[in-house]
């Protein structure tokens, strides 16, 4: 941006916190315009989740080629997916091809874990605090932090005394894991505790998961994809991000607009039993529409997945531990299995429920419940993550007055299209709370965010504005917008971290606004129209 009003010179023109999938994107297109910018990570390269999550069994819930970049037609000519969805190992060589391919990693930082960010309002510009000591000043700061890279131990008394291996799954060691003939535990039985169970539970001696609320669960179906099938999907880009493009959730699975009750039953049982059957996600939100709005037929559909679930775990006590009581099919994001209810088949393999037998505590040699003390050797922790604003929590961001974001964002995230946060000048948040990529096909909505704010970028620059800050009445009408969009969908009546729900962080036991549930083509017509209008609801000085 333009230096105005004797303003003081930044270091860079703007810097980016984070090297994932929406970091890499936007240096991409802030280079094309000759920026000065850089780039600051705290993980030893680029990939962002798919840097950090290198536990057994990491992959994609949406397809493959439905979440590569689609901004580079040589891009997507050259590469091949082995996978309908792909590893974590081949994603993050995806990545890495990426950053290569143009020139990124030049602009990139490692091992950079920023501190703290304060604006300073007399020179207009963000001084950056790195942990190495560091300082570092820009004219723009952009948050690219990701909305699951926050994670969360258990509060649990012990943790520490354990004198095996033990490790958050966000955290799994770089080196190989030895799991071989070992007594393993993992805490949790939410989408990454779903991956890794079914990955290991043939591999290791003993298997033992506890559990304090189950998840609803349907098949992936993943397979390779051959030859025939690669051709097909590299002639068909255009149509399948087109269709990404039209439908809320910018998967290719887009929900069905016939009414539940206007299908007849055997129609409607033949039609769930298609979509049990088949790949990805079309099973959430390729159903019909009012199976996430309408709580009795949500309520048919949960009877349907429960049944599934009573033929695929042999024990019927071990099955009803399994199937939630506490909220319908969908009604949180719906993590994606491949053989983990068939892991509870085998021998050595226990379900404990927390429930019946809480944690006591974590004891030197393994977990003591209320009824019993067992050995392990490896525990693992798959315990999630402080959702969306956790990440932002634990960078010390200072606004105007010394205000401190996570003050503000104390109670729930307050934002103006999830991209922007009064009393943060110059501070554009990528993939935050909010905004559109969070509950969508996240590159899908990364590239939305990002091309936006890249002409936000462009406009300030050309017309030498060097202050740009949602005005208290945008933000006002934006939050209730958010709020409003709870009302069309089952999404916001259950505890997840959709709505803000973590009961390893204190404060986070309420309802939290944290995601836009509006779909996506109806959040980039609002970014085209606030663009075509000036940047309304934004102060530009």
Known sequence: ?????????????????????????????????????????????????????????????????????????????????????????????????????????????????????????????????????????????????????????????????????????????????DLKGKKVAILGTGATAVQIIAEIADKVDELTVFQRRPNWCAPLHNSPIDAETQAKIKASYDEIFERCRQTPGGFIHGPDRRKFHEVPEAERLAFWEELYNSPGFGVWIGNFRDVLVDEKVNAEFTKFIANKIRKRVHDPVTAE????????????????????????????????????????????????????EYPFDVIIYATGFDAITGAFDRIEFIGTNGQKLSDKWFDGPLTYLGLQTTGFPNMIILAGPQGGSVSTNFPRGIEEAVDWSTNLFKHLRENGY????????????????????????????????????????????????????????????????????????????
């Open 466 to 541: 060097s202050r740009v800050e949602p005005t208290q009445e945008a933000e006002d009408e934006w939050t209730e917008h958010v709020k409003e969009t709870y009302k069309y969908s089952l999404l916001g009546t259950t505890k997840s971290w959709f709505t803000g729900y973590n009961s390893n962080v204190a404060g986070h036991d309420t309802l939290r606004y944290m995601i836009y549930n509006g779909g996506a083509p109806r959040y980039r017509e609002r970014l085209a129209q606030v663009a075509e209008q000036g940047y309304k609801g934004l102060a530009l000085r």
């Open 1 to 177: 941006m333009a230096n105005t009003d004797n303003k003081a010179s930044p270091q860079h023109e703007v810097i980016i916190i984070g090297a994932g999938v929406s970091g890499i994107y936007q240096l991409y297109r802030l280079l094309e315009l000759g920026v000065d910018v850089t780039v600051l990570e705290a993980g030893g390269g680029p990939g962002g989740t798919w840097y950090w999550n290198r536990y057994p069994g990491a992959r994609f819930d949406s397809e493959s080629y439905t979440y590569g970049y689609s901004f580079s037609k040589e891009l997507l000519e050259e590469w091949n997916w082995s996978e309908h969805f792909a590893g974590q190992p081949e994603t993050l060589r995806y990545l890495n091809h990426v950053v290569d391919k143009f020139d990124l990693r030049g602009h990139m930082q490692f091992n950079c874990k920023v501190k703290t960010a304060a604006f300073d309002e007399a020179a207009r510009l963000w001084t950056v605090t790195l942990a190495d000591g560091r300082t570092l000043t820009t004219r723009l700061l952009l948050t690219a932090i990701g909305m699951l890279s926050a994670a969360t131990m258990p509060n649990i008394e012990g943790v520490e005394s354990f004198k095996g291996e033990s490790f958050h799954t966000y955290y799994w060691p770089r080196e190989p894991v």
């Open 321 to 372: 531990k399994l199937i939630p009581k506490d909220h319908g099919f969908g009604t949180r994001r719906v993590p994606l299995d491949t053989n983990y209810y068939e892991a509870y088949n085998r021998d050595n393999v226990h379900l404990i429920d927390l429930n019946e037998t809480p944690i006591e505590r974590v004891t030197p040699a393994g977990i003591k419940t209320s009824d019993h």
